[in-house]
Nanobody
Framework: EVQLVESGGGLVQAGGSLRLSCAASGFTFDGYFIGWFRQAPGKEREGVSCISGSDGSTYGGSTNYADSKKGRFTISSDNAKNTVYLQMNSLKPDDTAVYYC????????????????WGQGTQVTVSS
């Protein structure tokens, strides 16, 4: 079964950086798409970035992923380790959210519901 475990969250001051990790098991990245999402208190879940496990293409400025995140957040993967990373720089207080990774078999630019497997999330808190 697909399992995803996020780590790397924590408390950081505005302007700081964090690197989140998503360790995956139960599948191989080739042919899959791994996305990072976040959900802030009282807000809907939003896409942050996404990466193709087969060719490494990233999606940070598509209609499903906020363009503003692309400039500060960078997604990458280590397929040999079945791990996806989200490097977050210049963090702002409104980046505070629970960050999730999720897997789709159909692509990155798809409805959120197409991401059928989700991790439990890791909390990121950015203080002023």
């Amino acid at each position: 079964e697909v399992q995803l475990v996020e780590s790397g969250g924590g408390l950081v001051q505005a302007g700081g950086s964090l690197r989140l990790s998503c360790a995956a098991s139960g599948f191989t990245f080739d042919g899959y798409f791994i996305g990072w999402f976040r959900q802030a208190p009282g807000k809907e879940r939003e896409g942050v970035s996404c990466i193709s496990g087969s060719d490494g293409s990233t999606y940070g400025g598509s209609t499903n992923y906020a363009d503003s995140k692309k400039g500060r957040f960078t997604i990458s993967s280590d397929n040999a380790k079945n791990t996806v990373y989200l490097q977050m720089n210049s963090l702002k207080p409104d980046d505070t959210a629970v960050y999730y990774c999720a897997v789709s078999t159909s692509g990155c630019v798809v409805p959120t519901s197409d991401f059928g497997s989700w991790g439990q999330g890791t909390q990121v808190t950015v203080s002023s």
